[in-house]
């Protein structure tokens, strides 16, 4: 077994594991930045830098610094977080995570191309121009579609978070 | 020396660098505001008051380090290094001097290159939200509010003239681009082309605007705001706990300079003064000189802004970050893409 994706892999499940488990919000995001991170060695280890270096840039450092922010603004109090399910229902509900995950996982691991030890990078591969230039080649229309999607997004939020509904002025 | 010894010497010269940084740094803002102020700032320990910066340090020390009763223990403690260690992996892509032999004066030659300087820059702010909300205090997480929604306002601007160099020079590698800069001239003066020129001067400006407000510096420091929030996030902290804070910030100035210094200023050359050929120890030295040279203009370019400008109001720096500086970034990037086809075409 490859040692870095190993501990990769454990501490980034770990982490996962204490995120969803954890009571108050602010230590779930923390975890959550653990397994970002995690997920940035992982990608990093696969020679994929470029996505690495977006990775860290963009969910650690906007979007989970966007989480933490509503969380602190929120401030929730020990008794606003409502009551912890009972025991049994949290360990169904782990079984049931667990075993869709294990359903969804089974499809892979039976492919005979998991087996087979990975072809070695080629020569470029992850870095800022290879990755560049697939975005506006090969996949130039998914690309500029997404961006699309993210400003219907965007678009959506602003709408719901008018205080007036649309049409009716000042 | 074989790499690895290479490389710990590096990272040694590279901690010193940034941590001897502080005192100095300390020295010049107590000096500079006394002389901006018509003071006589401190003058009594050691000769010119050499020696102010020591006696802080052992201020620090012994005091005592007080976790506030209600305060979140474990996050408290954690978050001074939260602030103090990200800058610090920052530096690691910064070339701070030509080469020695075949040894690059640079950590680490990434091929993501300033893209890494900027991912882990942007941890910083985590400390300073996370000792907010930990310290239990309502002043403390306004500061921590303020910081966060702050950080990632200008962190766009910020990215963007980042990008600008990086268009400019067409590489990501910190040592391709100063190289670029050694042919054509500072990207601060758009490298050498008439039409790069206002782009250049834009973006380079706009990038240390930028700068003062990722690192909480006057005008932009309404994390601390002293007149409204106490100490802002850093409030509850004591002794050497806030020293971390304090270094932190400073640190966190030099990396930010050393970045500017390579990005727009033409990084560690200076025409007459280093020669890009010289590999010897002469020329290594020479090249960190006029690196350090241009790191300390800009940090003195921040101490004076710090002692000169008065502290916006919150909603002006919103409005500032994004209905202005956002859009002249935007700008300047859809510019320079058309100037660069324009010339190459």
New interface residues.
Partial sequence: MDPVATITAAVGTAAALMMVTRRNPVYSAVWLLITFLSVAVAFLHLSATFLAAIHVLVYTGAILVLFVFVIMLLNLQEDELGDEHPLPVRALTAIGATALFGLLVAPILATPEFAAPLPPAPEGFGSVESVGMMLFTKFALPFELVSVLIIVAMFGSLILARKRPLGSDT | MTPWLWLAAKIGFAFAYLVGAVPVLIMMERRISAFIQGRQGPNRVGPMGSLQPLADIIKFLTKEFVVPLRA?RW?FVLSPLLVFVPPMLGFAVVPFGNQYGDELLQIAN???GV??S???L??G??GI??GG?ASNNKYS?LG??RA??Q??SY?LSL?LTILLAVMIAGT?DPVRIVQWQIEHGWNLFGGGSLWRLPLGLMGGLLMFICALAENNRLPFDLAECEAELVGGYHTEYSSMSFAMFFMGEYIAMVVMSGLITTLYLGGWHFPGITDPTDHSWVGALLSIGVFTAKVYVLLFTYVWVRWTLPRFKYNQLMDLGWKVFLPIALFNLAAMAIVGVILEG
Avoid: P, Q
């Fill in positions: 979140d996050l990434l091929d993501i893209l890494f900027m991912s882990v942007s941890l702010v985590y939200t996370l909300w997480l921590s509010l966060s929604a950080l990632i962190e990215g990501v």
